[in-house]
């Protein structure tokens, strides 16, 4: 009798087992032959040698697809076992096109016309300026492409920054320490983090700095090299802000600056680095600019009116 050992890295065990073990279950009810026995995020397996290879093979590619989607059901986890073919793309009719798979296993992928180019211009650029208005996905569909990065290994870690500006609020009148300050600046990108990634692998990468989630002044001296490095809200930065966040980019490195020229919070508008940079880097080999407009609004269908009623307001000044 021999065994081997196999723990899930990354991985929420609970999650990954099911409700009361139904999914750990059906895989002993598969190998009959073998003891599987599971503690936390360890699985121990005895039995003869060619049992315990048919099942390490069995093992890795239900691993596999968990990492991949982060969700396994009944079919697919008979298919898995059963199939040496199945592969787990069929439950996405349309997978060639996916980003990748939220943390409920919803697919992420882009939504309108222009959601499709920041995706496809981010290939062959690594330099992509997103402007446009609230809703229209931007810092969404760039937040997908990175984790999709890092999944892949095309890069080592994530960036998300963020000016700390928001609507005439200062930080020194928020309670709390330095980080209680800032965190309510930068909850919008843990939100779409959490939308992607499971909590136990989103925790995990939060802790060891695989994922990066600061304020633009505290980019200020790097060199950011084999990152995916997103700037949110970039109408906020100042033209010098901006230009430091856009030298910091190192080798084998992706930035991504999303942002709406309509909603500058500074105290003077004319401070705002965004306009700037989109005129003067417009045409520069490895910089695309992507000009999103109202028809690229997914939220509520309100927020596109709304949208409209602003702009239509402002050409009447």
């Given amino acids: 009798m021999a065994e081997i050992i196999k723990i899930l890295e990354e991985i929420d065990p609970v999650a990954f087992f099911g409700v009361n073990n139904v999914i750990i279950d059906k895989i002993r009810g598969h190998f009959p032959k073998l003891k599987i026995v599971v503690r936390d995020n ?22 596999t697809h968990f990492k991949t ?35 409920s296993g919803k697919p992420v992928r882009a939504r309108t016309p222009n959601q499709l180019m920041l995706v496809n211009k981010s290939v062959n650029n690594d330099l992509i300026i997103a402007e446009g208005p609230a809703g229209t996905g931007k810092t969404y569909t760039s937040i997908a492409l990175a984790v999709r990065a890092l999944k892949e290994k095309s890069v080592k870690r994530i960036i998300l920054t963020r000016p700390a500006v928001e609507a005439g609020e200062r930080l020194g009148f928020l309670p709390g320490d330095m980080k209680e300050k800032l965190d309510p600046y930068l909850q919008p990108l843990y939100d779409a983090l959490q939308d992607m990634l499971p909590f136990k692998r989103l ?101 596109r009116r709304i949208v409209r009623a602003y702009e239509e307001e402002e050409k009447n000044r």
């Fill in 69 to 103: 989607y982060n969700h396994i059901g009944d079919v697919e986890l008979e298919k898995l076992l059963s199939d040496n073919n199945y592969i787990g793309t069929s439950r996405d009719p349309e997978f060639g096109k996916t980003l990748l798979y939220g943390s």
């Fill in 42 to 63: 360890m699985v121990k397996c005895v039995g003869e040698d060619s049992e315990l290879a048919a099942f390490n093979e069995k093992f890795e590619r239900i691993v």
């Fill in 203 to 303: 925790e995990t990468w939060l802790e060891d700095g695989t994922i990066q989630i600061a304020p633009l002044a505290f980019m200020r001296g790097r060199t950011l090299e084999n990152a995916f490095v997103i700037l949110d809200e970039a109408q906020n930065a100042s033209i010098s802000q901006l230009k430091m966040f856009l030298t910091r980019m190192g080798v084998n490195s992706k930035f991504i600056l999303t942002g709406d020229s309509t909603q500058i919070d500074l105290p003077r508008k004319g401070d705002s680095g965004l306009p700037m940079a989109m005129r003067i880097l417009d045409g520069i080999e490895g910089v695309s600019i992507i000009r999103f407009d109202e028809n690229d609004i997914v939220r509520h269908k309100l927020v």
